[in-house]
């Protein structure tokens, strides 16, 4: 199972970036996806997750301004991101839990400039 993460970038403080994370390999189903990020000398934490019915769930500091969603068809899970703040910055990593264990992309930067 292979995980490509694409949409990281520079942006502006108050910009939107849009990340997307497409599964593909040996996978049949999955339970939960979620994104991940590590700041700079912190430790690696949750942004936000979508169950299979799509229930969700965001870090506190994120509610309102990022959106997570899913295409089940295309086994891809996005993280709209608006408004983003410095303290933004990190490098983001996508989570996919499938019933043959956890998998992990390869991570995209997001920088925000002040």
């Known amino acids: 199972v292979q995980l490509q993460a694409s949409g990281g970038g520079l942006v502006q403080a108050g910009g939107s970036l849009r990340l997307s994370c497409a599964a593909s390999g040996r996978i049949f189903s999955i339970n939960g996806m979620g994104w991940y990020r590590r700041a700079p000398g912190k430790e690696r934490d949750l942004v936000a997750a979508?169950?299979?019915?799509?229930?969700?769930n965001y870090a506190n500091s994120v509610k309102g301004r990022f959106t997570i969603s899913r295409d089940n068809a295309k086994n891809t899970v996005y993280l709209q991101m608006n408004n983003l703040k410095p303290e933004d910055t990190a490098v983001y990593y996508c989570?996919?839990?499938?019933?043959?264990?956890?998998?992990w992309g390869q991570g995209t930067l997001v920088t925000v400039s002040s």
């Open positions: 979508i169950s299979s019915g799509g229930s969700t």
């Open positions: 989570k996919v839990d499938a019933p043959s264990g956890y998998y």
